[in-house]
């Protein structure tokens, strides 16, 4: 990646950045597993789809609010889109701020668009109809498509921008991080989806067990890339920033990691469960996989 800006000092990022962090990854990751069911699946995929594009606008409306309170100075937010000497618009390519703006600013319209043409499908809102409409069959999925890459980006940008920093841990963690947190997003987004399966009635066996699947190929990619972070931790000689107290978040980690596929492999334990839980476990671990990132740079 080409030099970007880099924090000089630790940039003391509170708690509205990991709020930013996690929900960003879910909207970004809900959206692409809802266009996957609308392009691999069939009719009996629909509600889901329609429930994965209401949940990641949702999921993202908190997003630009989050980031801009913690920017200390949240009106000049818009500063970060518009070039306040011209007018005109700011973009930097090089800035991973400035493209990360922009792609949420995208993404939010694409995802927006997909949330009204949901409801309208739910019949929850009548208005968007035509919308909804124009949002079948090919157009649906080329706009879907689009939606996605913006989405993806999403999730993995956020591991990007920690890992162009010259702050320990981050800066270590290299390229791993970007993926590292695009397959915790995607595994968090199927574990959502779950959630929201088993509350609802008009959701398939069939398509249920194929988000369950997806979720466990997800898990185990994060694992190899979990691994492969601290690989690089050691190799950098900070792998103990990210023990010590933090051991507690990575429990946290490892048992939201190990419930989907529990959950698939040994099905006779997971029976002993309430329905809920390892989705929200596997919530709770993508959540604390990202507090540990984040903090444990800057107090670790």
Known sequence: MPPAEHFVQPPHWE??????????????????????????????????TRIAYV????????????????LGQPIRFWHMLVDTSDGGLSFNVVSPMSVGSWALVLFGLFSFVSFLGALADMGRL?????IASVLRGGPGIVWGVFGTAFGVFICGYTGVLLA?????????GGWVLGGLFLASALA?????????????RDIAS??????????RMFVI????????????????????????????LWIVVLVGL???????????????????????????????????????AQFG
């Open 15 to 48: 708690w509205w950045i990991l709020g930013y962090f996690f929900l960003g990854g879910l909207a970004g990751g809900s959206y692409a597993l809802g266009t996957l069911l609308r392009i691999a699946g069939d009719a009996r995929d629909e509600s889901a």
């Open 55 to 70: 949940a990641s606008f949702i999921a993202l409306i908190p997003c630009p609010i989050f980031l801009a309170l913690d």
């Open 126 to 130: 009548p208005a968007a109809r035509p």
């Open 164 to 172: 162009v920093s010259n702050q320990p841990v981050w800066s270590d």
């Open 188 to 200: 968090g987004s199927a574990a959502l989806l779950l959630l929201l399966a088993r509350s609802r």
């Open 206 to 215: 069939d398509t249920e067990g194929r988000i369950a699947a997806a979720d």
């Open 221 to 248: 990619l994060e694992a190899i890339l979990i691994v492969l972070f601290f690989v690089t931790l050691v190799l950098a000689d900070t792998v103990l920033r990210v023990l010590g107290v933090w051991i507690l």
């Open 258 to 296: 190990l419930a989907p596929l529990v959950s698939g492999w040994r099905p006779d334990l997971a029976r002993r469960w309430p329905p809920l839980a390892a989705p929200v476990l596997a919530l709770l671990g993508v959540l604390a996989l990202r507090a540990l990132v984040i903090f444990s």
